[in-house]
C-alpha cells in the first residue's frame, strides 16, 4: 500500500497516461501488443489489396477476348504469365484447360478461385475478435485499478489527502485502460469495416472474372 501511495504521489505531477502506465502498466502494455499485431494486418492487408489486386479486370479481360477470338490461346497464356496477379492467374487457370472441354475448364476455374478467395480474405475477421480482446482486457485492467484504490483506502489509517490521492491514482488508471482499450476496438472495427469491404469488391471480380472466362471458352471465343 505505501508503495501505491508513493507512486500516486509521484504521478501527481505527470501527464494521466504515463501515471497509470507508471503505476501498473501490465493490461496497457497487453493493448498495446494489442495495437502492433492489429497494425500490422491492417498495413499487410491494404499493401496486399492494392498490389495484388490492382489490375483492371475489364482491360485485361478485353485483351484476352481479342486473343482467344482470334484463336491465339498461347498469347493469350502468355500474357497472363507476365505477372503473378490473381486475376491473372484466375484466367490462366482456364485457359490452359481451354480445349479440354467445358466441365474441366469449369472444375479448373472453381478450383482456381477457391483457392484465391481464402487468401483475399485472410486475417481480416481477427480484426473483429482483436476488437473484443482490446475491449476485455481494458475492462480488466479497469476493474484491477479501482479494486486496488479502494482496496488501499479501506486498509491504511491516511489523511485525507492522501486518500484522495490514492482514489485519483487508481481511478485515473482504470479509466485510461478503459480508454486504451476501446479506443482500439474501435480502429479495429473501422479498418475491419473497410477491408472486408475491400474484399468483399475482390472477391466479386473474381468471380465476375470466372463466369467472362467460363462463358469465353465454352460459349462465344473458343475456336
Known amino acids: 500500500m505505501h508503495q501505491f501511495l508513493m507512486l500516486a504521489a509521484e504521478g501527481a505531477g505527470e501527464s494521466g497516461m504515463l501515471a497509470a502506465i507508471k503505476h501498473n502498466p501490465t493490461f496497457i502494455l497487453c493493448n498495446v501488443v494489442v495495437s502492433v499485431v492489429v497494425i500490422t494486418i491492417v498495413i499487410e492487408r491494404f499493401a496486399f489489396q492494392m498490389g495484388k489486386y490492382r489490375v483492371n479486370s475489364k482491360e485485361f479481360f478485353a485483351q484476352i477476348k481479342k486473343l482467344v477470338v482470334n484463336g491465339n490461346i498461347d498469347r493469350a497464356i502468355k500474357l497472363c504469365d507476365a505477372s503473378d496477379y490473381p486475376i491473372l492467374q484466375l484466367v490462366k487457370a482456364g485457359l490452359t484447360h481451354a480445349n479440354k472441354g467445358a466441365d474441366e475448364i469449369d472444375a479448373a476455374l472453381s478450383e482456381k ?34 479494486i486496488r484504490a479502494f482496496g488501499a483506502i479501506a486498509g491504511a489509517n491516511l489523511s485525507q489527502a492522501e ?55 465454352t460459349i462465344s471465343g473458343k475456336p
Open 113 to 146: 478461385l477457391a483457392e484465391l478467395k481464402p487468401k483475399v480474405e485472410a486475417r481480416i475477421p481477427a480484426l473483429w475478435s482483436l476488437a473484443n480482446i482490446a475491449t476485455l482486457i481494458g475492462l480488466v485492467g479497469t476493474v484491477f485499478g479501482l
Open 163 to 217: 486518500k484522495q490521492t490514492l482514489l485519483t491514482g487508481g481511478i485515473a488508471e482504470a479509466m485510461y485502460n478503459t480508454f486504451f482499450g476501446l479506443a482500439i476496438a474501435v480502429v479495429c472495427m473501422i479498418f475491419h469495416v473497410v477491408l472486408h469491404s475491400k474484399s468483399k469488391g475482390i472477391v466479386h471480380d473474381l468471380e465476375t472474372t470466372t463466369e467472362r472466362v467460363l462463358n469465353l471458352l
